[in-house]
């Protein structure tokens, strides 16, 4: 066997130093002159000698503006801020088309149907006021947003921007201990929170890659801006006057956001010193050129890749949910329905955090999709204040066609501005929906890092919650 071994060696060097005659005797000066001549071109780039016509570069001109300490940031904020009020302003016609189509226009259809096969009421109510309510609720609020956001997320990857966002942030995040790149997987959770634990793939370092999927939940997604939205427009901008009432809702909007980004900083910066110690590894940053968007292929890369595959894991968890609420909303012991036990029971405890029950139990049994969490809310709390002359009847999930009338629905329910607010900041600082936790599992194949990143946002909700509602009661009673 050695022998042989040593007859193969022999024959591979014959062949190349047959090989390497055949290319000519020139070849070492010319990968040198090669070498010099890559050198050269890339130093008239960069230096600019005495007496020498300056080089014109339009990448480094451009990056001069969009990397520099003074506007870097300004227009990282602009450019991110637009791309939201696209996606919220452009998805709420498609949405509303689509909420028309499937629960407005099908979901009496499909009663009707029902009712005409001879299904028992609670079949019935089990199936389509319960499954397929909650699966058409996450088709039409999920997926014009994403459907918006992930192909203009995508063209500004192509274009070249998202990594001089990745270069603004790395200082930030080094000093938390983090990884630079950890800014381009926390953009790409405001489109969906999964989606940006999968870009998590992006980090080498398996410490850092930890950290950005643990925090990447701080970056509110397309399902949580329905809510936050909402409820600024009725208690931030209800209290203050009208001219300014806009202004106020959108700040209040983009105050949570910006909060989001800095508890992941701050938390990125206890893991990376507590469980996760370590030093952040070096980030060398090949800044790619500018260059024009492939349309088609970034259309089939955001809708296919992401828009659909996002989409289908939310619906596979959707559809148990809206049994299960259902179920709670319509079965009864000792003619209370479980729901009502649960919200009476839980009452005095959500209290301390600025909170009430059917906040509580709305996001327990709204884990599998953020997009159900406002129409649950409303079917709540029309359950546990009575107010049966709105909605589509007891135990059914709704959203109003009117702000006005969701404020007066949630401000029966005992509702204020500090409700309100804890709301938002709950909103943000909760547990993963089920399809983050999901693929949070898939990609760390751990148990441990997905309980703790499940848990860890309910804790900071909670304990930021409670410190909010105790200095509101301690300076306006």
């Known amino acids: 066997m050695e022998n042989k071994n040593i007859k193969n060696s022999e024959e591979i060097l014959a062949a190349a130093n047959s090989l390497r005659w055949d ?30 016509k300056k080089y014109y570069n339009w990448d480094a001109k451009l990056d001069r503006v969009v990397t520099s300490r003074w506007l870097g940031f300004p227009i990282m904020f602009i450019l991110l801020a637009v791309v939201f009020w696209i996606t919220v302003a452009g998805a709420n016609v498609p949405s509303g088309l689509l909420a028309t189509l499937l629960i407005d226009n099908l979901h009496p259809l499909l009663k009707n ?7 028992p009421w609670w079949l019935s109510g089990v199936l389509i006021d319960g499954a ?8 039409a609020v999920m997926l014009p947003p994403m459907a918006i956001f992930f192909p203009m997320f995508t063209l500004l990857e192509d274009f070249g921007y998202l990594p001089r966002v990745a270069f603004n942030m790395d200082n930030l995040y080094r000093k938390a201990g983090a990884h630079g790149k950890q800014a381009l997987t926390m953009s790409m959770g405001f489109g969906c929170n999964a989606a940006g634990v999968i870009a998590t793939r992006i ?16 970056s509110l997604c397309n399902g949580r801006w329905p809510t936050q939205i909402l409820i600024a427009t ?12 806009g202004v106020v809702s959108a700040g209040a909007v983009v105050g949570i956001a910006l909060l989001g980004i800095l508890f992941s900083l701050v938390v990125s910066w206890g893991l990376s010193r507590s469980v996760l110690k370590g030093e952040a590894s070096s980030f060398s940053l090949e800044l790619p050129p500018y260059r024009p968007p492939r349309i088609l292929q970034t259309l089939y890369t955001s809708l296919i890749d992401r828009t659909i595959f996002v989409l289908w894991r939310a619906i596979v968890f959707a559809l148990p949910a809206g049994i ?17 036990i649960f919200i009476n029971w839980s009452d005095p405890f959500a209290a301390l955090f600025g909170l009430n029950g059917v906040i509580l139990l709305a996001y327990i049994i709204a884990i599998p999709a953020n997009e159900i969490v406002i129409p649950t809310v409303l079917m709540l709390t029309v ?26 629905v949630l401000r029966g329910g005992g509702w204020t501005l500090l409700t309100g607010i804890n709301l938002m900041l709950f909103s943000l600082l909760h547990n993963p929906c089920s399809t983050t936790i999901y693929t949070i599992f898939k990609e760390t194949k751990s148990a441990r890092w997905t309980l703790v990143s499940t848990f860890l946002p309910i804790v900071l909700g909670l304990i930021i919650c409670f410190f909010t509602t105790q200095i509101w009661l301690l300076f306006f009673g």
């Open 23 to 52: 290319l000519g005797v020139n070849l070492h000066d010319t990968v040198t002159e090669s070498i010099y001549a890559d050198a050269s071109s890339i130093a008239r780039k960069t230096v600019q000698m005495p007496g020498e």
């Open 383 to 408: 359950l546990s204040t009575g107010m049966h002359d709105v909605g589509s009847g007891a135990g059914v999930m709704f959203e109003l066609d009117s702000v006005s009338d969701t404020e007066r």
């Open 203 to 218: 980090i080498d370092s398996p410490r850092e890659r930890l950290i950005a999927i643990i925090t990447n939940n701080f």
């Open 113 to 119: 149907g029902a009712d005409a096969i001879g299904f």
């Open 132 to 139: 397929y309510l909650s699966l058409a609720w996450v088709v």
């Open 234 to 245: 009725i208690f931030i901008g209800g209290a203050v006057s009208s001219q300014w009432a």
């Open 324 to 340: 299960v609420i259902w179920l709670v909303a319509n079965v009864h012991i000792g003619g209370q329905s479980l729901a009502e």
